[in-house]
């Protein structure tokens, strides 16, 4: 694991952040997809040993598939789909939560879209596994859509648009429309959207999942050493923020006041001396 480790790092450098590694990780699996599928009986095999089955009793002989499935692709639009949409917005939830949380963020939205689907497969017997980044990717969107829901992002022909209407439109388009057409991962979008939901309301109140399972796999070394940041940048006015553990009353008031301010009004509306101590606030993980 040193090694992979030591090799990984290499080909992304040391400032590489965990949203790039994470894009990348994806990248490497699907190239070595493609080479596998396209063996003499490779796809069958690959998507037995790799895809999510629909059958919870075939999950469990391959448990390991509630992790693989997430970071699997074989055709380029699927992959390339879900890999704009991650950096597009992922560079926005790295800029607010920074650090591992959007590694975990994506793989426990991951994890959600999957229990759902084989919850919704055993009621409707889907006949076909699932693969695809479409839960974990969903789940870091709506994320930071709940919170900063306010913050404009720039469409092109479009112009400017808040963040919450460009990630409801997704959702209801790529989870809602046409639900007989790939029902099974669309309910995935569902259980992604629903982790994204959940970890950033309690996020607000000053509870990380991200926090709490980084902290128990640092006992076993290889994913926290894997999506670990690279050395820190100094940004001027960096909106980086993530809550402390113990803050004092006072500090945590004037925290939260800022992220008010910032769902309501957008990053843009802060004063620089508001830009100033929240970037302060914020510490390299």
Wanted: no cysteine; net charge positive.
């Amino acid at each position: 694991m040193s090694f992979l480790r030591t090799e990984y790092e290499n080909l992304l450098g040391s400032r590489s952040t965990p949203l790039i590694r994470l894009i990348v990780v994806n990248i490497i699996v699907f190239l070595i997809a493609n080479i596998w599928v396209n063996i003499p009986g490779g796809e069958a095999s690959f998507y037995d040993y790799f895809a999510l089955p629909s059958s919870p009793i075939k999950l469990l002989h391959r448990p390991w598939t509630l992790i693989t499935s997430m970071f699997v692709h074989v055709s380029f639009g699927h992959i390339f789909s879900n890999m704009f949409w991650l950096y597009f917005i992922g560079r926005i939830f790295e800029d607010f939560v920074r650090g591992y949380r959007i590694f975990y963020t994506y793989l426990f939205g991951g994890l959600a879209g999957g229990l759902l689907f084989l919850l919704f497969s055993s009621f409707t017997r889907q006949p076909y596994p699932m693969i695809g980044a479409s839960a974990g990717v969903m789940a870091v969107v709506v994320a930071i859509a709940v919170l900063v829901p306010n913050y404009s992002v720039y469409l092109f022909i479009i112009g400017e648009v808040k963040l919450k209407y460009v990630v409801l439109a997704s959702f209801i388009l790529s989870s809602i429309v046409d639900f007989s057409v790939n029902s099974g991962g669309k309910v995935a979008h569902i259980g992604g959207a629903l982790y994204g939901i959940i970890y950033m309301v309690q996020y607000k109140q000053g509870t990380d999942f991200a926090m709490i399972a980084n902290n128990f796999f640092k006992k076993f070394g290889s994913i926290s050493k894997l999506f670990k940041p690279g050395p820190k940048i100094k940004k001027e006015g960096g909106s980086g923020f993530r809550p402390n553990t113990k803050p004092s009353d006072d500090k945590q008031k004037k925290i939260d006041a800022i992220l008010d301010k910032i769902s309501s009004s957008g990053y843009d509306a802060l004063t620089k001396e508001e830009k100033d101590f929240l970037f302060k606030s914020s510490k390299p993980s």
